[in-house]
Protein backbone atom coordinates (compact mmCIF):
# COMPACT_ATOMS: atom_id res chain seq x y z
CA UNK A 1 0.00 0.00 0.00
CA UNK A 2 2.81 2.28 0.60
CA UNK A 3 4.27 1.97 -3.09
CA UNK A 4 1.23 3.13 -4.04
CA UNK A 5 0.20 5.71 -1.41
CA UNK A 6 3.51 6.79 0.66
CA UNK A 7 0.91 8.68 2.69
CA UNK A 8 -0.62 5.55 3.70
CA UNK A 9 1.18 5.31 7.01
CA UNK A 10 1.31 8.23 9.36
CA UNK A 11 4.71 9.18 10.50
CA UNK A 12 4.18 7.62 14.15
CA UNK A 13 3.21 4.55 12.30
CA UNK A 14 -0.55 4.29 12.66
CA UNK A 15 -2.37 3.93 9.61
CA UNK A 16 -3.72 7.12 7.52
CA UNK A 17 -7.12 4.98 6.84
CA UNK A 18 -8.83 4.65 10.37
CA UNK A 19 -11.09 1.58 8.65
CA UNK A 20 -8.77 -0.31 6.58
CA UNK A 21 -9.48 -3.70 7.59
CA UNK A 22 -12.30 -2.40 9.74
CA UNK A 23 -15.03 -5.21 8.08
CA UNK A 24 -12.73 -7.99 8.17
CA UNK A 25 -11.97 -7.13 11.99
CA UNK A 26 -15.80 -6.91 12.55
CA UNK A 27 -16.32 -10.48 11.10
CA UNK A 28 -14.20 -12.17 13.85
CA UNK A 29 -15.15 -12.29 17.45
CA UNK A 30 -12.87 -12.80 20.66
CA UNK A 31 -13.25 -16.42 21.78
CA UNK A 32 -13.48 -18.01 18.70
CA UNK A 33 -11.05 -20.95 17.62
CA UNK A 34 -8.37 -20.51 14.36
CA UNK A 35 -5.83 -22.33 12.86
CA UNK A 36 -2.91 -20.58 12.12
CA UNK A 37 -1.41 -21.59 8.26
CA UNK A 38 2.17 -21.98 8.97
CA UNK A 39 3.02 -24.69 11.10
CA UNK A 40 -0.83 -25.69 10.91
CA UNK A 41 -1.51 -24.10 14.95
CA UNK A 42 -4.13 -23.69 16.16
CA UNK A 43 -5.62 -21.77 19.66
CA UNK A 44 -8.18 -19.12 20.13
CA UNK A 45 -8.62 -15.53 19.42
CA UNK A 46 -7.97 -13.39 22.23
CA UNK A 47 -7.71 -9.76 20.53
CA UNK A 48 -8.76 -8.08 17.44
CA UNK A 49 -8.25 -4.37 17.09
CA UNK A 50 -5.17 -1.75 16.02
CA UNK A 51 -2.05 -1.75 18.05
CA UNK A 52 -0.52 1.82 18.01
CA UNK A 53 2.86 1.44 16.11
CA UNK A 54 2.24 -2.00 14.15
CA UNK A 55 1.13 -0.56 11.04
CA UNK A 56 -1.87 -0.01 9.31
CA UNK A 57 -5.41 -2.28 9.71
CA UNK A 58 -6.59 -4.45 12.50
CA UNK A 59 -4.53 -7.28 14.32
CA UNK A 60 -5.38 -10.36 16.00
CA UNK A 61 -3.83 -11.73 18.76
CA UNK A 62 -3.83 -15.40 19.31
CA UNK A 63 -3.35 -17.74 22.27
CA UNK A 64 -1.78 -21.22 20.51
CA UNK A 65 -2.75 -24.64 22.23
CA UNK A 66 1.07 -25.20 22.53
CA UNK A 67 3.55 -23.10 23.46
CA UNK A 68 5.27 -22.29 20.33
CA UNK A 69 4.81 -18.95 19.55
CA UNK A 70 7.37 -16.73 18.63
CA UNK A 71 5.96 -13.65 21.49
CA UNK A 72 4.46 -13.33 24.63
CA UNK A 73 1.84 -11.07 23.24
CA UNK A 74 3.26 -7.97 23.91
CA UNK A 75 3.50 -4.76 22.14
CA UNK A 76 6.21 -2.06 23.77
CA UNK A 77 5.69 -3.89 27.29
CA UNK A 78 2.03 -4.09 27.02
Do not use: H
Not at 34 to 53: A, D, N, S
Not at 55 to 68: C, F, S, V
Request: hydrophobic content about 30%.
Amino acid sequence: MIKKNPNFMKPNGDSAYEDFQKTEAEAITVGSRCEVKLGCRRGEIKYVGRVKGLGAGYWLGILLDEPTGDSDGKIAGK
